[in-house]
Structures are given as structure tokens and as C-alpha cells.
């Protein structure tokens, strides 16, 4: 009888404990609701290779579409990033261009005074003709009581930036100076 019983305990174990393997761990939850709170808020989200090689190497990539109605305005690629090391050939501390093209002049001076006040966090800046995009290790700087205010407050600050980014790259003359 014993043998009986221990024998279905067993086997219920070996059926039941590869199942809840398969549940995702609480980082993964949170990545899942992060990711949620972005689609929400218009924010586009997948993941990617570090452009600027390094660790981590996949991020997410939060970004916005940029406004194809004006598409006479669309903006002129470009992408810098965060190198492991700060260096007086780099175009501001850590920061440096990925590739060619590059921003114009005027929009290089103002990446110049904005990107050292990104947080270590936001490992690459890119803009595309169609779309601004913010490269992100996922966790958040901020600190709340809740999870989900910290969330919020990361996701909004990350909207702000993508949405001055984006201004930046349609206000100005696109000509590489």
C-alpha cells in the first residue's frame, strides 16, 4: 500500500514539476508588464544587439515612429553609444558615434550637453528616417515604494527623451556639416 502510494506521489512529481519550470520567474513578469506599460503608452519595444558591442549585449530597444507625413523632414541616420571606457577621442565622455553617418553640426552640440544627463542605463541613442530609438538594459533608475510607480516613472522619462529626440532630428537642417 505504501509502495502504491509513494509510487503516484512520484510520479505525479515528475509530471507536475516540469510544468512549473516552464512558468516564467518574477524578472520575466516584470519584464512583461515593463513592456506592457510601454506599448500603452506608444512606445514600440524589441529586442536587440548592443550597437555598440559590449555588455550587455541584447537590449531592448524602446522606441517611437517617426511621422512619415513628413517624410521631407524625415531625419538623417545616425547612432552613438556608451564604450567602456571614457576617452578624449570620444565625442563626449563615454559616449561615441556608431558608424557612419553621422548628426550635423547642430545636432551634435545639442547631443553633447544631453547625453552625459542620460542614465548609465540607456546604453545607445539611434535615429533612423523612420523611427528614434533609445537602447535599455531594463532596469530602472528610479526608486518608488511600488514597482509599478518606479515602471512609470522610468517609461516617462524615457517617452520625454524619445520625444525630444525626435524633435531635435526633424527641426534641424539635415546637411552632415
Not at 515604494?145 to 524633435?167: T, V
Request: overall charge neutral; hydrophobic content about 45%.
Amino acid at each position: 500500500m505504501w509502495t502504491t502510494i509513494f509510487a503516484v506521489f512520484l510520479v505525479s512529481a515528475m509530471i507536475i514539476g516540469p510544468i512549473m519550470m516552464i512558468q516564467p520567474s518574477q524578472r520575466q513578469r516584470r519584464l512583461a508588464r515593463l513592456r506592457t506599460l510601454a506599448a500603452k503608452q506608444g512606445l514600440r519595444v524589441h529586442l536587440g544587439q548592443n550597437p555598440a558591442g559590449g555588455e550587455p549585449r541584447q537590449l531592448a530597444l524602446y522606441s517611437m515612429a517617426v511621422d512619415s507625413a513628413q517624410v521631407d523632414r524625415a531625419p538623417q541616420p545616425w547612432c552613438v553609444g556608451r564604450q567602456s571606457l571614457e576617452h578624449e577621442i570620444n565625442l563626449i565622455a563615454d559616449w561615441d558615434w556608431i558608424g557612419e553617418p553621422r548628426a550635423s553640426k547642430a545636432v551634435t552640440a545639442r547631443l553633447i550637453e544631453w547625453l552625459p544627463s542620460l542614465p548609465a542605463p540607456i546604453r545607445a541613442v539611434e535615429v533612423t528616417p523612420h523611427s528614434v530609438v533609445l537602447y535599455w538594459t531594463e532596469a530602472c533608475w528610479q526608486r518608488e515604494a511600488r514597482w509599478e510607480d518606479s515602471a512609470s516613472a522610468c517609461l516617462a522619462f524615457m517617452e520625454s527623451q524619445l520625444y525630444w529626440l525626435y524633435e531635435q532630428s526633424v527641426s534641424t537642417p539635415q546637411t552632415a556639416d
